[in-house]
């Protein structure tokens, strides 16, 4: 049943606003068309300025990762963040999460084919992964595109923020799958 | 911040290859790693037309400044300064709903665009101002109701029950959005000279 619902919405969600938002300006008497054909013709410009920002991030991310700098943090983190509840399998995850959506995306894929979607790991992994963004990736895209050079307490917030969701995650599966 | 963990990202990866004696593949790694970035970025191109687009019906048609005056009460507390009907209110809300919908590819747009619209309003133009970092910390925090995709890669796994996540998940990122938005103040707070 809500699984139901939330396809529904899913399937919804963007044609919806596809249709809704050209209808309400033709409602309001607007040349619909050719405002919105002024408004995208800043589409190209606006991705290619994210272009730096990416090819910085993506490639140290890469080489962290190819050279086997990431497992070596994990190694060391797997044994404390045990001790705290926390399956050494979810480990890698928590430390992709904030770096990259598509790499976490591959961990968690990789987890559920192996220990199983009802499993407590894959339940846990799960709700990491639909719980948090890729912080550290938003901001620099963000920042980046607007030339914010000095981002101040920026990272450390959202940073703190994302622990809170990994502790939320981690308490609540271990209280309603264990 | 970002500074240094880009270079620890960096020399972290060249430490760990050198001590396995291993570099060739940190060379393709560095090339790839360009690669993809082009991928992404022009795989911006068009959903980001679309949306800009749409954006500015929304905009010309009063759509935005209907959404950031229904949520003004709200909005005018968390981005003080900001007047109510500015552009870059209505584009962080239809940031927040896109992502509470969980169209992430609709909320990029509106969140440059907002970004946008915050460094018109900031003086430093170099650094980032208060407002901008609330509403970093809250879209990278966003509530979403609809955790889509990993439903879908539950029910690819054969999941019995793929949605038993979905409860959870709202509580973990409500608590995750308060937690920020409560660190954020405190912040603020302190750094208020600004």
């Known amino acids: 049943m809500l699984s139901h619902v939330i396809d529904t919405i899913s399937v919804w969600a963007i044609p919806s606003l596809v249709a809704f938002i050209p209808f309400y300006g033709w409602l309001k008497g607007l040349a619909i068309f050719d405002v919105f054909v002024e408004g995208a013709a800043e589409g190209f410009a606006m991705a290619l300025k994210t272009l730096p920002f990416l090819v910085g991030i993506l490639v140290a991310l890469n080489v962290f990762q190819v050279s086997g700098a990431l497992d070596a943090v994990i190694g060391l983190l797997a044994k404390p963040l045990g001790y705290v509840g926390v399956p050494a399998a979810v480990v890698p995850l928590i430390l992709v999460r904030p770096l990259s959506g598509g790499a976490a995306m591959g961990i968690v894929t990789g987890i559920l084919q192996r220990y199983g979607p009802d499993s407590f790991v894959g339940q846990l992994a799960s709700t990491l992964q639909g719980s948090t963004d890729t912080t550290f990736y938003v901001l620099t895209l963000y920042f980046g595109t607007v030339a914010i050079r000095k981002t101040r307490y920026a990272l450390a917030v959202a940073l703190i923020g994302d622990l809170a969701g990994f502790v939320a995650a981690v308490v609540l599966s271990h209280w309603l799958y264990r | ?194």
């Open chain 2, 1 to 194: 911040m970002v500074n240094v963990i880009w270079l620890l990202l960096i020399l972290g990866g060249m430490v760990v290859s050198g001590l396995h004696h291993s570099m060739a593949p940190v060379t393709a790694a560095i090339i790839e790693g360009t690669e993809k970035a082009v991928e992404v970025a022009f795989g911006f191109i068009g959903i980001l037309t679309l949306w800009l687009g749409l954006a500015r019906i929304a905009e010309q048609s009063g759509l935005m400044r209907a959404l950031a005056r229904a949520l003004a009460p709200v909005f005018s507390r968390l981005f003080p300064g900001i007047p109510d009907d500015h552009p870059a209110m209505g584009n962080m809300v239809m940031n927040m709903v896109a992502n509470i919908l969980g169209m992430g590819s609709a909320a990029t747009p509106f969140g440059l665009k907002a970004m946008e619209e915050l460094q018109k309003l900031n003086e430093n133009k170099e650094e980032a101002s208060a407002n901008m970092i609330t509403f970093l910390a809250i879209n990278t925090a966003t509530l979403t109701l609809v955790p889509a995709t990993v439903v879908a890669l539950r029910v690819a796994a054969g999941s019995k029950n793929p949605t038993v996540i979905v409860g959870p998940t709202i509580i973990a990122t409500a608590f995750s959005m308060a937690v920020a938005i409560a660190v954020d103040r405190i912040f603020r707070y302190f750094h208020r000279d600004h």
